[in-house]
């Protein structure tokens, strides 16, 4: 098994301990000659949740006796699925584990910009008694546009249901959520007071949120992102904050990571930023450390995984 994730390689041979796995782990930072140098050897995969060993086509090709591919994250973008299954290769993700986690991050980062929380408490930590600007809006009278209504997205709108908003989203899959209607995203953009982004970052998606949907968005709308970087292009945002055409944003994924110290959003007053931890909490960590065990247990076993993402069954894999 190659691990790709800073995980313990003894833990995970110790969930796999009936089958005497050994657990290979690449060098940090990452070295591409010495995981194409790994590839061949490996049965299965997991890899890196932190996205700094990526698995391109020279890697990929290189797997030659890969049965899967297991992803310990919701998003697979750190991984070139098309090209896996053109070349047979099985790749399951780890989906919903932190459905909860991210809807709680996601309405906690609504309530921040509209009560101005981070802000305020700035102010009073530099000794500042910053009442009369702390005059906020109440989520239950807004309507908020969820951009994908998968497991996140959809965790999200049950919680709002719970305040009163009106609740719009757009999806690629035609979908029912009661309480909520589905929409195109040109309406979804014009109608919203707030925008959260849900949807995978693939190729339609990368800069899906650019200037052209920051420019339809409502004068004085707000933007939470809590799914992948690149789907929002952050120098149109900067100019969208800085106009005043948004109001804020919350962004805990950013198109590169760590957000670099001299990025123009960390001087933005309107920003709350948050360093890709919305999915951190202690149930969501042993929700994916189960998930990823469970399925690599069902491989071993000669059953199929759960939660494949490019179509590819274990069957298909031809194993040398």
Same mark, same amino acid.
């Given at each position: 098994?190659?691990?790709? *994730?800073?995980? =313990?390689?003894? &833990?995970?041979?110790?969930?796999?301990?009936?089958?005497?796995?050994?657990?290979?782990?690449?060098?940090?930072?990452?070295?591409?000659?010495?995981?194409?140098?790994?590839?061949? $050897?490996?049965?299965?995969?997991?890899?890196? /949740?932190?996205?700094?060993?990526?698995?391109?086509?020279?890697?990929?090709?290189?797997?030659?006796?890969?049965?899967?591919?297991?992803?310990?994250?919701?998003? +697979?973008?750190?991984?070139?699925?098309?090209?896996?299954?053109?070349?047979?290769?099985?790749?399951?993700?780890?989906?919903?584990? /932190?459905? &909860?986690?991210?809807? $709680?991050?996601?309405?906690?980062?609504?309530?921040?910009?509209?009560?101005?929380?981070?802000?305020?408490?700035?102010?009073?930590?530099?000794?500042?008694?910053?009442?009369?600007?702390?005059?906020?809006?109440?989520?239950?009278?807004?309507?908020?546009?969820?951009?994908?209504?998968?497991?996140?997205?959809?965790?999200?709108?049950?919680?709002?249901?719970?305040?009163? *908003?009106?609740?719009? +989203?757009? =999806?690629?899959?035609?979908?029912?959520?009661?309480?909520?209607?589905? %929409?195109?995203? &040109?309406?979804?953009?014009?109608?919203? $007071?707030?925008?959260?982004?849900?949807?995978?970052? $693939?190729? =339609?998606? @990368?800069?899906?949120i650019g200037a052209p949907a920051l420019a339809a968005?409502?004068?004085?709308?707000?933007?939470?992102?809590?799914?992948?970087?690149?789907?929002? &292009?952050?120098?149109?945002?900067?100019?969208?904050?800085?106009?005043?055409?948004?109001?804020?944003?919350?962004?805990?994924?950013?198109?590169?990571e760590p957000l670099a110290a001299d990025s123009p959003?960390?001087?933005?007053? /309107?920003?709350?930023?948050?360093?890709?931890?919305?999915?951190?909490?202690?149930?969501?960590?042993?929700?994916?450390?189960? %998930?990823?065990?469970?399925?690599? @247990? @069902?491989?071993?076993?000669?059953?199929?995984?759960?939660?494949?993402?490019?179509?590819?069954?274990?069957?298909?894999?031809?194993?040398?």
């Amino acid at each position: 098994m190659l691990l790709l *994730s800073p995980w =313990d390689p003894a &833990d995970v041979r110790g969930w796999l301990e009936d089958h005497a796995a050994e657990v290979a782990t690449a060098p940090d930072p990452p070295a591409q000659d010495a995981l194409l140098a790994l590839a061949p $050897d490996a049965d299965l995969v997991i890899s890196d /949740n932190r996205h700094r060993h990526r698995l391109d086509r020279p890697v990929l090709e290189r797997l030659v006796r890969c049965r899967l591919i297991q992803v310990p994250a919701v998003g +697979f973008d750190a991984v070139d699925h098309r090209v896996a299954a053109e070349l047979g290769i099985p790749v399951a993700n780890a989906a919903g584990y /932190n459905r &909860d986690a991210v809807a $709680d991050w996601v309405i906690m980062a609504m309530l921040n910009l509209l009560r101005r929380g981070a802000y305020g408490d700035r102010r009073m930590r530099e000794g500042d008694w910053p009442f009369p600007e702390m005059t906020g809006r109440e989520l239950g009278v807004l309507t908020v546009g969820i951009v994908g209504l998968g497991n996140v997205g959809s965790a999200v709108a049950a919680r709002l249901s719970g305040f009163g *908003s009106r609740v719009l +989203f757009t =999806d690629v899959v035609p979908r029912g959520f009661l309480g909520a209607r589905q %929409v195109s995203l &040109d309406e979804l953009l014009a109608e919203s $007071d707030i925008v959260t982004v849900h949807t995978p970052l $693939d190729h =339609d998606t @990368r800069r899906l949120i650019g200037a052209p949907a920051l420019a339809a968005m409502k004068p004085g709308a707000l933007l939470v992102s809590a799914a992948r970087g690149p789907i929002v &292009d952050e120098a149109a945002l900067v100019d969208a904050l800085r106009s005043g055409r948004l109001a804020g944003a919350a962004l805990d994924v950013y198109e590169v990571e760590p957000l670099a110290a001299d990025s123009p959003l960390r001087g933005l007053e /309107n920003v709350f930023l948050s360093p890709h931890a919305g999915g951190a909490t202690e149930q969501a960590r042993a929700r994916v450390l189960e %998930v990823v065990r469970a399925n690599l @247990r @069902r491989v071993l076993a000669g059953e199929e995984p759960f939660n494949i993402v490019n179509g590819v069954s274990r069957r298909q894999v031809a194993v040398s």
